[in-house]
């Protein structure tokens, strides 16, 4: 049995949403130790030296790099799980990707996104993609008539009572219940006024002591407001599709790898919210949990193949795949070539390429000497022309 280093975001020991992975290893009789990431909040981060002993080392969102090598250069298996949040895709296009990518290179990439599955595989990387479901929880349907609302106010900067008002615009809740307790570092929520509060008989709550206080609130509602603009999983709206709630989310990850729109939730946009048709919450909510039952059943049948994927070595996964030279190969110390023969253009690109991954304040200067570059190769087409 392999002897496995399991690093992860030290607020997911708190939320508990990462454990389905540590103890689907542990069921299979392999030997996982903990490590967890302060550093997000000041606290201490866990170093390679602590981890680098490990058959196996499993990053998950967060990771800790061994000096300016790529992972591969300094471990046979290393996992990363990356979290589609981490990225916030949503806000626009991201930079700079490359850079982020390149200690990873050679070494493998689990993802619970298929979006992130694409990304990953574009920078040539070895990629497991699985659409994770949890257990489908008892179907409990709201003893209430009417529609009724949930929305946890996690992040006041991207899920509000002001866009929820213009979600449900036109509508009446009969009951709405607003959980009150933001995600480190979330500005303070606007709360509803008075004559909303009246309108849709809204009441609130904060964090509770007992978990369970706050799932009967859940129960309670036929229709969950996912509360942040993108998942890492989506622990929170998966959890109320499995309850039979009719799930209403933003059109991004992962929630749309789940949702298909008017069938078992439904999804809006942004940047330019218009009023929704509850009118079918409750048929929606059904095939809200059937999906999840079904999901659910493909989740397990895929833990096989995560489970090789994790233990297969890194090296085996790219034969006959993705060839990336590293800083002390070829393209830095060419030993086969002789000292006078001459070197090809194609040659010295795959050279500055390479000393450029090894040296992070190059890729990081990029912007700054890249344009200069693309002149000098407009000026050599120019001059080489007939």
């Given at each position: 049995m392999a002897r496995i280093a399991y690093v992860d975001h030290s607020y997911h020991r708190t939320t508990q949403s990462t454990n389905f992975l540590r103890d689907m290893l542990r069921r299979r009789g392999h030997e996982v130790e903990d490590f967890w990431d302060e550093a997000w909040r000041g606290g201490k981060a866990v170093e390679w030296s602590a981890v680098q002993g490990h058959d196996i080392v499993i990053m998950f969102q967060s990771y800790c790099p061994p000096g300016t090598a790529a992972f591969r250069q300094v471990h046979p298996n290393v996992i990363y799980i990356p979290m589609l949040?981490?990225?916030g895709i949503w806000q626009g296009p991201m930079q700079m990707q490359a850079q982020f990518w390149a200690p990873f290179q050679g070494s493998k990439?689990?993802?619970?996104?298929?979006?992130?599955?694409?990304?990953?595989?574009?920078?040539?990387?070895?990629s497991h993609w699985a659409r994770y479901y949890q257990s489908a929880e008892?179907?409990?349907?709201?003893?209430?008539?009417g529609l009724r609302g949930f929305l946890w106010l996690r992040r006041e900067d991207q899920i509000n009572w002001t866009l929820v008002r213009r979600l449900i615009e036109g509508t009446r809740f009969d009951g709405f219940h607003l959980h009150i307790a933001g995600d480190p570092g979330a500005p303070e929520p606007r709360l509803p006024d008075a004559a909303d509060v009246a309108f849709h008989n809204i009441t609130t709550s904060t964090w509770f002591k007992d978990?369970?206080?706050?799932t009967a609130l859940i129960d309670r509602a036929n229709v969950y407001f996912a509360p942040r603009m993108e998942e890492g999983i989506g622990q929170s709206f998966l959890e109320a599709m499995a309850r039979g709630k009719c799930v209403v989310a933003p059109n991004h990850g992962t929630m749309n790898e789940y949702i298909l729109p008017g069938v078992n939730g439904l999804l809006y946009d942004r940047d330019a919210p218009r009023p929704l048709d509850f009118s079918n919450v409750s048929g929606m909510g059904v095939l809200a949990r059937e999906s999840v039952v079904a999901g659910h059943g493909q989740w397990l049948a895929a833990e096989e193949g995560i489970l090789?994927?994790?233990?297969?070595?890194?090296?085996?996964?790219?034969?006959g795949k993705y060839q990336h030279a590293f800083a002390a190969e070829s393209p830095i110390a060419p030993a086969a070539r002789p000292a006078s023969a001459p070197i090809e253009s194609a040659n010295l690109t795959e050279v500055l390429r390479a000393i450029a991954r090894r040296y992070t304040w190059l890729q990081a200067a990029r912007p700054l000497w890249y344009p200069i570059l693309k002149v000098a190769r407009r000026v050599r087409h120019t001059l080489s022309r007939p």
């Open positions: 949040d981490q990225f990439v689990l993802n619970f996104s298929s979006a992130l599955h694409c990304l990953a595989t574009g920078f040539g990387i070895v008892p179907s409990v349907p709201s003893s209430a008539p978990r369970s206080e706050l090789d994927f994790v233990l297969t070595p890194s090296e085996r996964l790219y034969v």
